[in-house]
């Protein structure tokens, strides 16, 4: 029993110096450190690469064989294909049942802002093919298991809920942007909150997990170097999971921050200061929308045969289809290069169905998370992007590459999971375009302006990172901890007793001081 707890208090001890060791100020943000000094000037200083195949990375982003410099010189060229994309009909009508029921708790949190209000189009407005009647149809032709709940249902291969078909409204996405609606607060936090806390992994999946050495702890990756033991990392599922979640907050916060009410004027404009509170005070936020770029791009490539062989057209003449499908192939074409997603990295290992279950499970919850939401434009677009990344996830860890083949399984995907997909991409391109204007108002402030929302940013980064009130204790206690961790390497011999005299400073640390709801609670209004 002793050396269980020895153990344990190893282990807590280098979650404490995690935690508490002193920022470091890197070159880029894009370095594989947690920065947490001068971390506004890295975010909007930094100039985006013009040129990049993905080769010689100074910025590897994990899971890939890409590079953040890839990523950044082809976004703008993929922003505007995608821009287009979107507004052609096959891919701005969009069905979804908004008004189910919140499935975890009872919804009293209606955003009454007449900015969450949303509009749907009638169904004689909509192509026959795409009706509710037709595609009910479709999905009844499937030959795969469906799994049926009020209003939804999934397969064994889905990582999301799907709306049924034959119920919903249909929304043109084309005049429904994701900006600014006012939807704030405990009830939008409480959804975040549910999200991290409840569906991300924990230490109950942890233990499904094999060949690594987890971390006890859900931390950003970047601070959990003091957890990993005998070069052995955190589960990479796990941290995919995270990334995949995070980077879809970072890219909402981003939206909400590009497309802000002025309350004064009235006017729709971007806000800086919201830009770098919620994401560009934390760096590693903005890694992981480049994260569901690669991800999704690698999606998008490995589709390429079904989605070339899609039918798009609407009206009958398919001179439209033929402008949708030239969109397209210049999406696939980039996504080919950009798209170096290692998906054989994951699920391996006599766990790895087990686990692969689990992550499914996570995801799919998260995707009825958003029948919570209160605002309906929010919920709209949570469901879309939720559905669109679920859909990737599919695409890789679910289809080879003989399922893919669109003659053998013309059904594979429904027609709402093409169209979040693409919409999904579209949104966090956007994202970064929106990062590159947001360095442009930077370089215009003056030196004063400037100084003010930098410090500003950091004490947010500050208090994120580790509270005033338990900053004092980790600093008394911050010699224990380094004593007890060089003891506990050169032997055992006076390791229990310093053990026993720290056992209780170790416990008093851990109290919650409100970090344990993890990003949700720092940046959780949608």
């Known amino acids: 029993m002793k050396y269980i707890l020895l153990c344990r208090a190893i282990r807590f001890a280098a979650v404490l110096q995690a935690l508490y060791s002193t920022p470091v100020t890197a070159n880029s943000f894009l370095d594989d450190t947690l920065v947490r000094k001068g971390q506004v000037q890295s975010v909007l200083e930094h100039k985006p690469a013009q040129a990049s195949q993905c080769s010689n990375p100074t910025g590897p982003i994990e899971a890939t064989l890409c590079d953040y410099e890839t990523v ?37 949190g209606s955003c009454m802002n007449p900015s969450c209000a949303i509009t749907t189009v009638d169904e004689s407005d909509i192509p026959e093919k795409w009706r509710a009647a037709t595609l009910s149809k479709v999905d009844a032709s499937s030959i795969e298991k469906r799994h049926e709940l009020p209003g939804c249902y999934y397969r064994d291969s889905d990582f999301c809920f799907l709306d049924d078909s034959k119920e919903g409204d249909y929304f043109d996405l084309s005049t429904v942007p994701e900006r600014y609606t ?73 939206h909400i921050c590009y497309d802000w009410l002025n309350q004064t004027t009235g006017e729709w404009t971007p806000n800086l200061q919201c830009f770098i509170s919620r994401v560009a005070s934390h760096p590693e936020r903005l890694q ?12 998008v490539a490995r589709l390429e045969p079904y989605l070339m062989a899609y039918d798009y057209c609407s009206t009958g003449t398919h001179e439209e289809d033929e402008d949708t499908r030239e969109l397209l192939s210049n999406v696939i074409s980039t996504a080919k290069v950009v798209g170096k997603f290692n998906e054989k990295l994951l699920f391996r290992g006599e766990n790895a169905d087990v686990l692969k279950e689990e992550f499914k499970t996570h995801f ?33 860890f679910e289809l080879d590459e003989k399922t893919l083949d669109p003659k053998a399984n013309p059904n594979l995907l429904q027609r709402a999971e093409v169209v979040a997909l693409i919409n999904t991409l579209h949104r966090i391109t956007e994202s970064l375009e929106a990062f590159n204007h947001f360095r442009g108002m930077w370089a215009d402030l003056d030196s004063p302006e400037s100084q003010n929302l930098r410090s500003e940013a950091e004490h947010i980064a500050s208090d994120t990172t580790h509270s005033d009130k338990n900053g004092s ?7 224990h901890v380094g004593q007890l961790l060089t003891l506990c390497r050169e032997g055992l011999n006076g390791c229990t007793e310093l053990l026993q005299q720290g056992i209780s400073a170790l416990g008093s640390i851990f109290k919650p001081s409100g970090k344990d709801k993890g990003p949700g609670a720092m940046y959780g209004d949608l």
């Open 72 to 108: 950044e010189s082809v976004n703008k060229g993929l922003y505007g294909n995608l821009s287009a994309l979107v507004h052609t009909p096959f891919f701005k009508y969009f069905q979804v049942d908004l008004y189910r029921e919140c499935p975890f708790w009872s919804e009293n």
């Open 288 to 299: 992981y929308i480049y994260f569901n770029s690669v991800l999704l791009q690698r999606a």
């Open 473 to 479: 204790k980790a600093s008394n206690h911050n010699g």
């Open 182 to 254: 006012g939807y704030s607060g405990d009830d939008a936090q409480r959804v975040w909150r549910s999200i991290y806390q409840e569906n991300c992994f924990g230490l109950s999946e942890l233990n499904l997990m094999s060949g690594k050495s987890p971390s006890l702890v859900s931390l950003p990756d970047s601070m959990t170097d003091g957890l990993r033991t005998n070069g052995d990392d955190q589960c990479l599922e796990k941290r995919v999971y995270y990334k995949v979640i995070s980077g879809l907050h970072a890219s909402i916060s981003t």
């Open 364 to 396: 799919r919850n998260v995707t009825r998370i958003m029948d919570c939401v209160g605002c309906d434009k929010c919920r709209l677009w949570g469901k879309i992007q939720t559905t669109g990344l679920a859909t990737a996830m599919k695409v890789l």
